[in-house]
């Protein structure tokens, strides 16, 4: 009996190290945001759309971003997007195929969504961040802009629009 409950008792806490190993790659969310809002087409060269998201980091910490973009019928597509940002020699490519990044205090970077040709995208999407602070509450604003481009004779053009994450308050 006692041999039986030792054994129980080893794996017990075999069980509870392995789950403390398990939650240390867990992102844990300090603020989010829900996008209702994410399109992006490319059906031909001709005829194209975006999704641009724009996030700055308005607090005095480093802030890790998590983008989840959605397709309509709910299936992740994030890998379709790319982060950058602007500087003195141009676009700089940041990383690409995933929604994860730093972005560090008082900075600014953009991710780009458009799915390969032939697709259609009409999804939303989330946005979750954590910081090295972890009594930071609120640090991140953020505005997205939809582009759609046509370029046959009688129609081409752009056109934009765009909406405020979280009616442009910080989140």
Partial sequence: ??????????????????????????FISQGSAFLPEVYSDKYNNLNQGWTMIHLTNVSGSNVHVRIKILNQDGLEVTQFSKYFK????????????TGDVDIPAHSALSLKFQAPNPQVVTGYGTIEWSSDDTQLRKGLMGIVKITGWGGNNSRAGE??????INNGQPF
């Fill in 1 to 26: 009996m006692k041999l039986i409950r030792a054994g129980l008792m080893s794996a017990v806490l075999v069980v509870l190290m392995c789950g403390g190993v398990f939650a240390q790659g867990t």
């Fill in 86 to 97: 602007g500087g003195s020699s141009g676009v700089v490519t940041i990383s690409s195929g």
């Fill in 159 to 164: 056109h934009t629009y765009a909406y405020q």
